[in-house]
């Protein structure tokens, strides 16, 4: 079985295009990715599970998109769509109308916030919980490889059962991760696939040579019965859908449960959660369990219909407190959607005498992740801190400071779970557009592919996109790697850009020992006389590593302009060890090689005259015995400026957004006008003259 290092929309749009003849697209970040590597296959000609190459339709709208494809499900052909957010809910009219008509489909989506007090264009489930009475199932994948196994399970299986799905995966979190997958071959998802499903549902199809009434208006004499007619089919999915798997497992050895439970046989405290939040908890538990906490996590993957007899079959007898996470908020709600599902699912077992009432469990609820919010094992550990308490809060947030209504838990800052012997963990500060994160992506393809470790990339990026500061976060390890939250102590850190040296704590990402790697507009003895104080000082203390290059001249001198990331690309290689340094370079030639090619071969040469020469000039950093500097941190914005801007929007620019309690934000959305004149980013790398005669 071939493995490929992909993120989570190829992972989902590999399969969903294998399955489809009709493929309808509108792009929405996160999801556009989908629609546009769909279109790219279309145009080059590759085939279909049955060799015919499917035809993908771009649309004016998210609304034309959706019609697109009820209009080549009604006439009976395999089709699929891909969205997030507002696009997804301009898609519920006729999400209505192509579950009430039991038509197979597959919708892939990208979850993604919805427009509130303020737009986002970050993750969170608020999109899909608002589909939930449309009447598609919904499947939710955890991490990249079930993003790529689970479109498999939701495409076979709504053929099977011809209730459309939704699948879902969180936007950004594990849509634009990348991961390493094991692929699904041809063969094996052609077997998932009975014929006889595709011949039904093409019979199914409205054609002139058969004709019927579709979609007629009745009137309340008959409109109730038939839409409790439908009731068979969906009581027949959860079995469809385990059915699927297992078929799943057979071919692949990778094993899917509806509701599946990890941690202590005899647990007292679970958490209940789906999403890409599984991976932190599921660290947290074994890290609690190994120091002899009773603790489990029960992850949901059939959402809808709501699996009641899985989930209390997947839950150990001996639990006395549960915790719900929901990555939504639902103001005015008695709970959030996977909360009132659970105790909903709870009460009835006990009404129904298959729970005995001293067993019932004490369930609370809380609110986590929401606009991709960082999601930790730290605030793992809370919530099960919370749920030992003698009267844990019925209601609770996770990961943000509430001093309003004081819902908010407390995190213990010692907690961590122990990192494994072995692993390498990478943090990369560039500028959108500078090729950071394009050669970070190549990093984490490259170790994949010449090595045996596992990789994983996420890139942190500004909603402002080109010019705004990027994160990337690389791990490499022995083992499978389901850390989905960002780095916070990594072995080697590199600033692409020196000014955020003096705006932006760097260095704190760098656990003590690590090696910092600076592209510096100066000559290597200069560079520790340049460092802000600050960043002295952390050097010292921590006994750091330091390195540096001027990655502008070098890119400037052999006529790549402000593209630095093939002369950063081979020092992280030279200074990590992770590949012996000749086999690393000549992986990274390799993919100058492919990335360069079609841009002729005066391009290639000269981004691999820029690989040689990044070893030339990169130099250890002479680091004084003592702090030398005088200059402090340069301020995020001039002094005297209006107090929204000293309290929230100076905080915002130096990172410290999150630190920002629910008092000092407004509730409406409803900010001040001309802030933007305080932020003096200061990224150009050359200032433009005015001339005036020009």
């Not at 063969?187 to 054609?207: C, F, I, N, T």
């Not at 507009?521 to 590593?545: G, S």
């Not at 030279?574 to 370079?585: F, K, T, V």
């Amino acid at each position: 079985m071939a493995r490929a290092c992909i993120d989570g929309n190829e992972a989902a749009a590999r399969v969903a295009y294998a399955f489809s003849e009709v493929i309808a697209i509108y792009p929405i970040t996160p999801s556009s990715p989908m629609g546009e590597q769909a279109d790219a296959w279309s145009a080059a000609g590759r085939g279909n599970l049955w060799g015919t190459t499917p035809r993908v339709v771009e649309m004016q709208s998210e609304a034309g998109a959706a019609g697109t494809l009820h209009g080549a499900i009604q006439k009976g052909a395999l089709t699929t769509t891909f969205t997030s957010s507002q696009g997804l809910l301009l898609m519920i009219p006729n999400m209505f109308k192509i579950a009430g008509e039991l038509t197979p489909t597959v919708l892939h989506v990208a979850a993604r916030t919805i427009a509130t007090h303020a737009l986002s264009i970050f993750g969170d489930h608020s999109d899909v919980m608002t589909t939930r009475a449309t009447g598609f199932a919904m499947l939710a994948s955890s991490s990249v490889q079930e993003a790529h196994d689970l479109a498999a399970v939701a495409h076979a299986s709504t053929l099977k059962s011809r209730v459309p799905f939704l699948h879902f995966f969180d936007g950004f979190r594990t849509s634009h991760e990348l991961n390493d997958v094991e692929l699904i071959d041809q063969d094996d998802l052609r077997a998932l696939v009975d014929d006889g499903d595709v011949l039904a549902h093409r019979a199914r199809g409205l054609s002139p040579d058969r004709p019927v009434l579709r979609g007629s208006a009745q009137n309340p004499d008959v409109f109730f019965q038939a839409r409790e007619g439908i009731n068979p089919f969906y009581d027949a999915i959860p079995g469809i859908v385990q059915d699927t798997m297992d078929a799943f497992a057979a071919r692949t050895g990778r094993r899917y449960r509806l509701v599946e439970y990890e941690g202590h046989p005899e647990a007292d405290r679970v958490v209940v959660l789906m999403g890409s939040g599984v991976g932190a908890v599921q660290e947290a538990v074994e890290d609690l369990v190994r120091r002899g906490e009773r603790v489990g996590l029960v992850k949901v993957r059939l959402y809808r219909p709501f699996p009641a007899a899985q989930l209390l079959a997947a839950l150990p007898a001996s639990v006395r407190r549960i915790a719900v996470l929901d990555r939504t908020k639902e103001p005015g709600a008695v709970g959030e959607p996977l909360l009132t599902d659970v105790t909903t699912t709870l009460a009835e077992a006990v009404m129904t005498g298959r729970l005995a009432p001293t067993a019932l469990p004490r369930v609370i609820g809380g609110r986590y992740g929401l606009s991709s919010k960082e999601f930790t094992p730290r605030m793992v550990k809370a919530v099960f801190d919370e749920l030992a308490k003698g009267e844990p809060k019925p209601r609770f947030t996770v990961g943000i400071v509430d001093d309003v209504t004081h819902l908010s838990l407390s995190l213990d800052p010692d907690f961590a779970p122990a990192r494994r012997e072995g692993d390498v963990e990478a943090v990369f500060f560039g500028l959108g557009a500078d090729g950071t994160v394009g050669a970070n992506k190549n990093t984490v393809k490259i170790v994949g592919e010449h090595t045996g470790l596992h990789t994983q990339g996420y890139f942190v990026y500004d909603s402002r996109k080109s010019g705004a500061q990027t994160v990337s976060h690389l791990r490499f390890s022995r083992d499978p790697i389901r850390s989905t939250y960002l780095i916070e102590k990594a072995d080697f850190v590199a600033c692409h850009q020196f000014g955020f040296l003096s705006t932006r704590d760097v260095l704190g990402a760098a656990k003590p020992g690590a090696t910092v790697l600076l592209n510096a507009p100066l000559p290597t003895e200069a560079v520790w006389d340049a460092l802000p104080e600050p960043v002295q000082r952390q050097i010292l203390d921590n006994d750091l590593k330091l390195y540096a290059i001027d990655a502008y001249r070098v890119a400037r001198e052999l006529g790549l302009g402000a593209r630095i990331n093939t002369v950063m690309q081979p020092c992280f290689f030279a200074l990590s060890g992770i590949l012996p340094r000749d086999e690393a370079i000549a992986a990274v030639k390799q993919s100058v090689q492919y990335t360069y090619g079609r841009r002729g071969p005066e391009i290639v040469e000269r981004n691999i005259a820029a690989i040689d020469r990044s070893l030339e000039e990169l130099h250890e950093v002479p680091v004084s015995e003592k702090v030398t500097s005088t200059t402090g941190m340069r301020p995020a914005v001039p002094p005297s400026v209006p107090d929204f801007v000293e309290r929230i929007t100076a905080r915002i620019l130096t990172g410290e957004g999150d630190l920002l309690p629910v008092s000092a934000l407004p509730v409406d959305g409803t900010f001040p006008t001309g802030t933007t004149r305080y932020e003096k980013r200061a990224i150009a790398q050359e200032i433009p003259i005015w001339d005036p005669e020009i």
